[in-house]
């Protein structure tokens, strides 16, 4: 596959996740794919078709996947994509978080696939009520804990 036809996959692949159409979705996606997420990993159409399902009524709803930094690069049957992810949590909380997908193609299709994006962070766009938002910001502080605050307190690369 030609970098451009990758590419145009990968956006027609997003595209058919932000209108929701999974039949659209799959159809970029090989029988036996593998897609590795947060919450497990889904194999098959059938496995992805599962997880667009569950994502869309217990999660949130994606609404946008805006390029970010890197863009879409693509090497060979490999691509990588950098955006934003835009959207509203089940309670109604519109969220913006960076995130990585990785992807493997084999005979036009997404072999494979991982996604990777900062669910911490999430959390913290969408947390709701008093009790959430309090928990949230424990995790949070217990996750940054020992981090420096300012850029120069950061220890210097070695040469």
Known sequence: MSDGTIESSIRGWLEAVERRDVEKALSFVAEDAIWITNEGIFKGRQGWRSYLIWMDEHEFAVEKFEDAGAGIIVDGNN?????????????????????????EFKDGKIQHHTTIFDRLLLAKQVAKGLAERELVSILMSRAEKGLPRKAENLPLPRS
Do not use: D
Not at 80 to 85: A, E, G, N, P, Q
């Open 79 to 103: 691509a990588v994509s950098h955006y934003i992810l835009k959207g509203q949590s089940i309670n109604g909380m519109k969220f913006a978080v960076p995130g990585v997908c990785l992807y």
